[in-house]
């Protein structure tokens, strides 16, 4: 995963509360291989009409805001399907930071996963930002991370996020490899949770034993 | 509840706050295929395989049940890379062919597998449909889920708790489906974000554990990360038996563990809300987000009332997309297509409810209308009492089991301009098809616009 630092650039806002993730991403491109760049299917159908052009009004297409690398969206951004795969839209259009007042759980999470900052600042500071984007398009946004700051012209917004994932954004390192390290706590554990509900007892399949088919 | 379960399940706490919580139960489905790549990249094995159960669903067919009659190369590939996954790891798997199949949401309570104080999750939002059996369940992201997959376990921020009762006794012709739209219109879309909710009160406990599973189905359409209704004798009644439930000498410790997870009568939430049954009438969507929702008896929203200026350019954009008129009544509304199924409503009771509607009747001309089973084994209990029978005399099509319409990624789709009533789960724009307008409503009530060819009121004569 990349580590995250600071990014600056282009801010696109995405207006609408509720902008769910069937459309960031519809359900007939989730059968697409993750390596197959989903950055072009991000809000494919309000993107794009029935005949696959670009519609001239949807806000990612003015030259202003193309190759936007800041989203800034409204309430309860991302809600509804957990297709991480919404995501993988965001983060390979080449954005970096999505900015909102508050963000469907799971997609806030499948963010910081994928290496894509999600930032909430208050309603009123996400309407301002919006409206200055509005009037000058283009206007350079920088998210920082360290700082835990976003800004745009001369005003500075602060926002939080938990310590952990900020650790993880900004080394680029992920969750699996920390849990891994746990394996030792989670093994014995599930012998206890075996054990509570009656079970038969089972040994954790490690990587050694599926190599030689053991496991099966 | 929430807290009893979650502290038998907690391994360890990071400094910020967040528990490493153990999974019990794992399902997973035909989209799946990321997470598996995800675990060979990193040379990691599934650790547990007894917790996992497998079922295509998402990608399959609904007029055969071969894989190799999946015409689309990418979706076969998704199912084979299922059944290939599965059988290489040592996955319980139920395969297209087999009876079993179904929609993920749907066989993991009818096999059993879904039980009372279990932790059980899936890469899919409703799985808080589990949560009707007593168990904390609910949907995670594709790289949360390859980690359950190699260490069974997950990060989880412990959130919220939040009860809803419903109070007092449904009306005639309201269902479980009005009670959770009900839920949302009065909470809003976004009404239960970062909670666990909690249903309670009479009239839930009067339901029977297909009505709650419908109700549990739809949590996350008002925000929440889970639903859950306290296990009872309904419970355990409906898990004796099954497939994956404990047996024999198991049985009796098993229901007294379940017993004991159900809350304590003094606990205390981080909020309460509390319903009058008797004030439920049967609901319909009009728009495109859960909110958007009236009893059927009332009129499209004009969004000149609209409180914000916000609302009302939401509203606006909605009514245009859908083509309706403000002050339009809703049984005026005229639908081309029904659909009844999904992991909301594609249980036997549903298909029973609506079969009890047709009374003989044909439906409604231009009409196409689908009876889609949850799982292979609600299909063949259905044909056991005929009802396929009456579904297929009254006109409409009788398909195997998944997701189909509901979402549409197995190509099954309600083509654009087309308007759709359905017991599925999200109205948002594009879910059933590019440019589809999905109302959704109760099996009864889509069983009923089948033969009117229009939304109808249940309950007056029609
Ligand atoms: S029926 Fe619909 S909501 Fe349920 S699992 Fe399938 S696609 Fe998802």
Request: hydrophobic letters at 40%; a negative charge; one cysteine or more.
């Amino acid at each position: 995963m990349k580590p995250f630092g600071t990014v600056s650039g282009v801010a696109v806002p995405i207006e609408g509360e509720n902008v769910d993730t069937d459309q960031i991403l519809p359900a007939r491109f989730l059968p697409k291989p993750r390596n197959g760049g989903f950055g072009q299917y991000l809000f494919h159908d309000i993107r794009f009409d029935d005949s696959g052009t670009e519609k001239p009004d949807f806000i990612l297409n003015r030259p202003a805001f193309r190759g936007a690398s800041v989203l800034i969206g409204e309430a309860n951004f991302g809600c509804g399907s957990s297709r991480e795969n919404a995501v993988w839209a965001i983060a390979d259009y080449g954005i970096r930071a999505v900015i909102a007042p508050s963000f469907g759980d799971i997609f806030y999470s499948n963010n910081i996963k994928n290496g894509v900052l999600p930032v909430v600042l208050t309603k009123d500071d996400v309407a301002r930002l919006i409206e200055d984007q509005l009037h000058e398009p283009g206007q350079p946004v920088t998210v920082n991370l360290q700082e835990q700051t976003v800004t745009a012209g001369n005003r500075v917004y602060h926002f939080k996020i938990d310590e952990f994932s900020r650790h993880c954004l900004l080394h680029g390192i992920d969750e699996l490899d920390y849990t891994l390290s746990q394996l030792d706590a989670i093994d014995a554990f599930a012998a206890r949770r075996a054990a509570e509900e009656g079970w038969p007892a089972q040994a954790p399949r490690t990587a050694s034993a599926s190599d030689d088919g053991a496991n099966i | 509840m929430l807290d009893k379960i979650w502290a038998r399940h907690a391994i360890l706490e990071r400094p910020d706050g967040e528990t490493l919580l153990y999974v019990d139960r794992h399902l997973i489905h035909d989209g799946y295929q990321p997470a598996f790549e995800f675990l060979e990249e990193r040379g990691l094995p599934v650790r547990f395989p007894q917790q996992v159960f497998a079922t295509p669903d998402h990608y399959v067919p609904t007029d055969e049940r071969r894989v190799a009659g999946i015409r689309s190369a990418e979706r076969r590939g998704m199912v084979e890379n299922l059944v290939a996954k599965s059988r290489e790891y040592g996955i319980t798997l139920f395969e297209l062919d087999d009876l079993r199949q179904g929609i993920v949401h749907v066989i993991g309570p009818e096999q059993g597998i879904s039980q009372p104080g279990m932790t059980i999750v899936c890469a899919d939002s409703h799985t808080s449909t589990h949560g009707a059996l007593g168990a904390l369940a609910f949907g995670v992201g594709m790289t949360q889920a390859a980690q359950v997959l190699a260490t069974q376990t997950l990060w989880q921020r412990k959130p919220k708790s939040m009860r809803i009762s419903v109070e007092g006794e449904l009306g005639f012709g309201v269902t479980a489906k009005d009670i959770i739209l009900a839920i949302i219109r009065r909470i809003g879309a976004a009404g239960a974000v970062g909670h666990v909710i909690e249903y309670g009160g009479s009239a839930i406990r009067a339901l029977s554990i297909e009505g709650r599973l419908t109700v549990c189905n739809m949590s996350i359409e008002a925000g929440a990360r889970a639903g859950m209704i306290a296990p009872d004798q309904t419970t355990f009644d409906y898990i004796a038996g099954k497939p994956f439930a404990p047996k024999g000498e198991a049985w009796a410790p098993a229901v007294q563990r379940w017993t004991e997870t159900a809350s304590d009568p003094g606990a205390v939430f981080d909020r309460e809300i509390v319903l009058d049954a008797a004030d439920i009438a049967p609901m319909v969507t009009w728009g495109t987000s859960l909110e958007d929702v009236v009893p059927i008896d009332g009129h499209i929203p004009d969004p000149a009332n609209a409180k914000t200026v916000e609302d009302r350019e939401r509203m606006t954009k909605a009514l245009d997309y859908m083509g309706l008129v403000p002050g339009t009544p809703l049984s005026q509304v005229a639908i081309d297509r029904v659909f009844i199924g999904s992991c909301t409503n594609g249980r036997i009771e549903d298909l029973r409810a609506a079969a009890a509607m047709l009374g003989g009747r044909k439906v409604q001309s231009g009409v196409e209308a689908w009876v889609v089973p949850g799982s292979g084994l609600v299909k063949q209990q259905a044909e056991s009492e005929g009802l396929d029978v009456i579904f297929r005399d009254a006109g409409f099509q009788w398909r195997e089991a998944g997701c189909s319409l509901c979402l549409g990624t197995n190509g099954e789709t309600v083509s654009s301009g087309q308007r759709c009533a359905s017991t599925s789960n999200r109205n948002f724009v594009g879910r059933q098809g590019r440019g589809a307008r999905t109302h959704l409503l109760s099996p009864q009530m889509a069983a009923v616009a089948a033969v009117t060819g229009r939304l109808t009121d249940i309950r007056g004569g029609y």
